[in-house]
C-alpha cells in the first residue's frame, strides 16, 4: 500500500511542564502525515472542498509506546491500509530521531458531498493516483 514520510520538530508549546508531548496532539501529528500524504498525490484539502468533497474524521486510534520529548525530530509514517471507498482508512507510525517507536494509530476519514451533506464515493481522480 501506498505510503508517506513526514517530519516534523516538537515544538516548546506542544509539551507540558517536563517537556513531554501533550497526548491530544498526537492526533495533530496524523493529520499532518494525512495531509502531506495526500499532498504527495497532487491533493490537497482547499482543493477537495472547491470540489464539493469533505474529510472528517469518523475514527481515531493511538497507541502510546514512549512519550515524545521538546525538540525531538519525529518521523510520521503514513500508510494507505486499503483502496478507498466512501471511507479512507489510515495506519501511522512515529518514530523520535532514534528509530524509537512512539506511538502508532489508525484513522478512518468518511468522503461527504458537501451540498448533500452525505456520504460519497472517493472522487476518481484520487483513485487515479493511488498505485496498488
Keep these: 500500500m501506498p505510503e508517506h514520510y ?44 472547491k470540489n464539493g468533497v469533505m474529510l472528517p474524521v469518523i475514527s481515531l486510534n493511538c497507541n502510546f509506546k514512549k512519550s515524545a520529548l521538546y525538540d525531538d525530530q519525529l518521523t510520521i509514517k503514513t500508510i494507505l491500509k486499503k483502496k478507498p471507498a466512501v471511507k479512507i482508512e489510515f495506519d501511522y507510525e512515529i518514530t523520535n530521531q532514534h528509530q524509537e517507536l512512539l506511538c502508532s494509530g489508525s484513522t478512518t476519514l468518511a468522503f461527504i458531498d458537501i451540498k448533500t451533506n452525505r456520504p460519497t464515493r472517493c472522487p476518481e481522480y484520487i483513485l487515479n493516483k493511488i498505485e496498488f
Design 6 to 49: 513526514s517530519n516534523i520538530r516538537v515544538r516548546y508549546a506542544e509539551t507540558d511542564q517536563m517537556g513531554v508531548v501533550y497526548h491530544g496532539n498526537y492526533a495533530q501529528y496524523f493529520e499532518i502525515g494525512r495531509t502531506e500524504w495526500l499532498r504527495s498525490l497532487g491533493v490537497n484539502y482547499k482543493d477537495m472542498e
